[in-house]
């Protein structure tokens, strides 16, 4: 009697008595061999598990590799890995076999049906840290009985990147239920806001630990853009040439005392920026079950009306901010028409600047 990598007893009566049982993965991964032998055109890299929790990697070049590859695990004792990879760091790590740089951005574009003139671009980059990709994006047009909503936002995650994507798939769903979002917006964002960080730390056992922060901006109509964030991912509009932001960096300098009346603490070490609890660099966040107590999900929220004099928003998570300022990144692209190619254009420079954090950024430009 064995127990696997999930820690379930199982006999091995097939096996070597010292060989434990193989995960689902290794199956898996038997199959697909299976599959690509008999068609020789694909012949890619193949990755398993080995007992250091790495992957091996192997071309496979013909048929009889099969064979070869099961006495290798075989007889090198082949044990389960006591880490199991996350499906986003199985595919970086068959990136990088493949000479794909695990960086390589993820970007797209839309146009709004009610405007010709009104289109959003995005774009994400990896980080040179070692953790997944934490930043999530979400930006599209909707058409909603007779009117047009035009959602984006950015949710930068920190400890974990399973918040941000849960924020992607729930946030704006929990918005837009709110039965007083056409006629009160701002106080159905705010609603939706703290009903989303309930869910979030009612679920903490499945999503587990960390958090995010999150900026969301709203455009009712082409006419109307209702922008709400925690944390420090950013908004900022540009009316003639100028950069207004219109979102708060919420940092715990800022927010000391607000802090402090929960129960918490702000550090300030030298060479270190400002910390809640000396571990989280933003006052508000959603999630973070362990500093809650001393955090708050409760947003700024600001209408900002649309007119001729309107020329493009920017959305962006702080891998841009900590290295540009609001005017800088309006200057950088207010000659680039094409919002998917400013969106590239900006995380380029910020990659130029030696930004070390991942990157996300939306563009919605109005001409």
């Known amino acids: 009697m064995r127990r696997t990598r999930d820690g379930v007893k199982a006999k091995n009566a097939a096996c070597d008595p010292m060989i434990y049982p193989p995960s689902t993965l290794h199956f898996f991964g038997l199959l697909l061999l299976l599959f690509l032998s008999f ?61 794909i740089n695990p960086s390589n951005a993820d970007s797209g574009k839309g146009k709004s049906k009610m405007s010709k003139h009104i289109t959003h671009g995005y774009h994400l980059v990896k980080g040179k840290s070692n953790h997944p990709m934490e930043d999530y994006v979400f930006a599209e047009f ?26 992607k798939a729930n946030l704006f769903t929990n918005i837009l239920n709110e039965p007083n979002f056409w006629t009160e917006p701002e106080t159905a964002i705010r609603k939706a806001y703290n009903v989303t960080d309930t869910q979030i730390l009612e679920q ?15 455009l009712m109509n082409c006419q109307k853009l209702v922008v709400a964030n925690v944390g420090d991912s950013r908004a900022v509009i540009c009316k003639n040439g100028v950069a207004k932001q219109l979102s708060v960096d919420h940092e715990p300098a ?20 400002a910390r809640v609890d000396g571990q989280l660099a933003v006052a508000r966040a959603f999630g973070d079950k362990s500093l ?7 947003p700024d929220v600001i209408t ?20 540009m300022s609001n005017q800088e ?38 001409q």
């Open 39 to 99: 068609n020789s055109l694909l012949f890619p890299f193949l990755f398993f598990y080995n007992n250091f929790g790495h992957f091996l990697c192997v071309i496979l070049t013909t048929k009889t590799h099969i064979h070869i590859i099961y006495i290798y695990i075989y007889k090198h004792k082949f044990f389960p890995s006591k880490e199991a990879m996350t499906g986003r760091e199985i595919l970086d790590k068959m990136k990088e076999k493949v000479g």
């Open 142 to 167: 909707r058409q909603v009985n007779n009117s047009e909503l035009g959602l984006f936002a950015i949710f930068d995650g920190h400890l974990s990147h399973v918040i941000p994507d849960y924020l």
């Open 204 to 218: 903490a056992i499945d999503l587990g630990k960390g958090g995010s922060t999150a900026v969301t901006a709203i």
């Open 254 to 273: 800022s927010e000391r005392e607000s802090i402090e009346n929960r129960g918490g603490f702000v550090s300030n070490f030298p060479g270190d920026v």
């Open 292 to 298: 809650k107590k001393h955090l708050t999900s409760e």
């Open 304 to 323: 900002e009306m649309i007119n001729d004099d309107t020329e493009l928003i920017i959305l962006a998570s702080d891998g841009l901010w900590k290295v």
């Open 329 to 366: 990144a309006v200057d950088a692209i207010k000659g680039v028409k094409d919002a998917r190619s400013a969106a590239k254009h900006l995380t380029e420079e910020a990659v130029n600047r030696n930004s070390k954090d991942d990157i996300s950024i939306v563009v919605v430009r109005f």
